[in-house]
């Protein structure tokens, strides 16, 4: 065959391979990022997704710390027996403003896209604490240092400010009364907590047991926990017209 | 590839080599097995037909959705509509009969606890346990001793709304931190643990003093003979079932510290028909009432 000839031009010319490789990969590239810069056909439009609030976002900071995506994905597939499992398949919407996503791989432990109000907070921090004494056959290592940790959110502003950067609607108000928010997301019983829910909708105030020491990680992982997959209202969402 | 115009032909062999050489090793530039090679163009060819009838390319604004209009989402949907059809006539029949005609009824009964037993697995069990044994904390399903009622109706009643679950008709009420907020001296609460101890594990010590101290303090909610109220959540003190442990020290510490479990509210998670199949397989853990 003679095409084969004119393919020692590119074996033996590194210069023409070069520029061979660089034109593969930019078709490779504008097929694949190209529609990335249309995302209204990739992301869904979903009413109730909202920005983490500033202790979710703190919570969520320790689970990519802790490396939860390493045995946890939050992804329920369109497949039946996901779905039938977790709950309604995973909507790119869900995780617009995750930076990165959490989406996972692997799953040693079961997916957490839903798992938010599936169980007590009093559940979410025995399991975290000692995860077999409420699943005998779990393998997931205990977590229990992090009720024992004081939750460092020194830095949260900053980290929403990033996060606003890339695409986030954290705006400015929403910056400055992040660690007003953050107390109150901790105290129930607070008036402060209607504020909160006023900003992020759905928020849940979850009982600290950090007491006079302030948060610990535990509460923040646990608000986090708690909310994921919760924004969605499935009544409302036009399934068919979202087909892809 | 072979280079024809430096063709050199390895004696031993036959076969083409490479035309390089190192150290006097020359390398063959063996052709690939005909049958695989056409198995790749073979391949390549019917990959073309997928461009055409699957989502393929790219676009601006979109993608082309292909000659079959396959999307994995419709195909979920599909999926899920077989298998709600597979199970409509008995599902249907769910919805459509009480509680107590699902349990009256043998075959649906039959059918009811098989899908509660596979709901409770996914929902209920990480809390409640496998088979609903329960643990420090969580109730036991199997013991027929019910928090909130054992009837039917009262089952399904917590399970769609759960117990301080933060809706409006879940079940509320707490046990108090008699210690904590200093209702009961240190005193009393080991006075008073001592005489609940003494409930379901007869001593011939004198609780006596426990006894008036239970009567004006807990005997609201527990009864004046300790056997519980469901309508408050208040479990019957004298049977050798505890929810967080009958020893003293236990005891002592929920008197302190108080108590009170969340359960969430099931009903904006799971449909009708469920939460009956759960209802009717837990009363059926528990021996019903």
């Known amino acids: 065959m003679s095409m084969w000839k004119h393919h020692a031009i590119f074996e033996k010319n590194s210069l023409v391979l070069l520029v061979g490789i660089l034109i593969v990969i930019a078709i490779g590239g504008l097929v694949e990022i190209g529609p990335l810069f249309y995302l209204k056909s990739t992301i869904e439009t979903v009413d109730g997704v909202r920005p983490y609030t500033p202790l979710e976002l703190a919570g969520r900071n320790?689970?990519?710390?802790?490396?939860?995506?390493?045995?946890?994905?939050?992804?329920?597939?369109?497949?039946?027996d996901e779905v039938e499992r977790y709950g309604h398949y995973s909507l790119a919407a869900e995780s617009k403003y995750d930076h990165p996503f959490q989406w996972g791989s692997k799953r040693t432990g079961p997916d957490l896209a839903r798992v938010g109000g599936k169980y007590s907070d009093d559940w979410q921090r025995g399991h975290l604490?000692?995860?077999?004494?409420?699943?005998?056959?779990?393998?997931?290592?205990?977590?229990?240092?992090?009720?024992?940790?004081?939750?460092?959110?020194?830095?949260?502003?900053?980290?929403?400010?990033?996060?606003?950067?890339?695409?986030?609607?954290?705006?400015?108000?929403?910056?400055a009364k992040a660690k007003v928010d953050i107390k109150a997301q901790l105290s129930p019983d607070d008036p402060s907590v209607a504020d909160l829910v006023k900003r992020y909708p759905k928020a849940v105030a979850h009982a600290s047991l950090g007491g006079e020491a302030g948060p610990t990680e535990q509460d923040a992982l646990v608000a986090y926990l708690q909310m994921l997959g919760t924004t969605v209202d499935f009544k409302l969402f036009d399934a068919k017209a979202n087909w892809r | 590839m072979v280079d024809n115009t430096h063709q050199d032909i390895d004696a031993a062999t036959g076969t083409a080599t490479t035309g390089h050489e190192w150290d006097g090793i020359k390398e063959l530039n063996t052709p690939l097995p005909k049958w695989w090679l056409y198995i790749l163009y073979a391949?390549?060819?019917?990959?073309?037909?997928?461009?055409?009838?699957?989502?393929?390319?790219?676009?601006?604004?979109?993608?082309?959705?292909g000659l079959l209009g396959w999307t994995s989402r419709g195909a979920v949907t599909a999926d899920l509509q077989e298998l709600q059809a597979q199970r409509a006539t008995l599902v249907g029949q769910l919805n459509k009969s009480t509680l107590q005609q699902i349990a009256a009824d043998p075959k649906l009964a039959e059918f009811a606890r098989a899908y509660g037993r596979s709901s409770f697995g996914v929902n209920c069990a990480p809390c409640h346990g496998s088979n609903g044994q329960g643990s420090a904390g969580y109730p036991n399903l199997t013991a027929d001793r019910w928090l909130w009622g054992g009837k039917l109706d009262q089952i399904s009643q917590t399970i769609t709304h759960g117990a301080r679950s933060g809706d409006p008709d879940g079940h509320e009420g707490n046990m108090?931190?008699?210690?904590?907020?200093g209702i009961l001296t240190k005193d009393q609460i080991g006075q008073v643990a001592a005489y609940v101890v003494s409930l379901s594990t007869p001593t011939t010590a004198d609780v006596s003093a426990g006894q008036k101290v239970f009567a004006e303090n807990c005997a609201p909610c527990h009864g004046d003979n300790a056997k519980g109220n469901p309508d408050v959540g208040a479990p019957n003190l004298t049977t050798k079932i505890w929810l967080y442990g009958g020893d003293k020290a236990t005891i002592q510490e929920t008197l302190t510290n108080g108590r009170g479990g969340h359960m969430p509210a099931w009903g904006s998670k799971l449909d009708p028909a469920t939460i009956k199949a759960l209802t009717v397989y837990v009363h059926a853990l528990g021996g019903g009432q």
Not at chain 1, 146 to 157: G, R, V
Not at chain 2, 176 to 181: C, E, S
């Open chain 2, 176 to 181: 108090p931190a008699f210690g904590k907020d």
């Open chain 2, 43 to 65: 391949c390549i060819v019917w990959s073309v037909g997928y461009w055409f009838l699957y989502p393929a390319i790219p676009l601006p604004g979109g993608h082309t959705p």
């Open chain 1, 129 to 175: 604490n000692d995860p077999r004494s409420v699943v005998p056959g779990s393998v997931m290592p205990r977590y229990g240092f992090l009720a024992e940790t004081p939750l460092d959110f020194a830095h949260i502003q900053e980290d929403m400010q990033v996060l606003a950067i890339e695409g986030v609607p954290y705006t400015p108000d929403l910056i």
């Open chain 1, 62 to 80: 320790i689970y990519v710390r802790e490396g939860c995506y390493l045995c946890h994905s939050q992804m329920i597939r369109s497949l039946r």
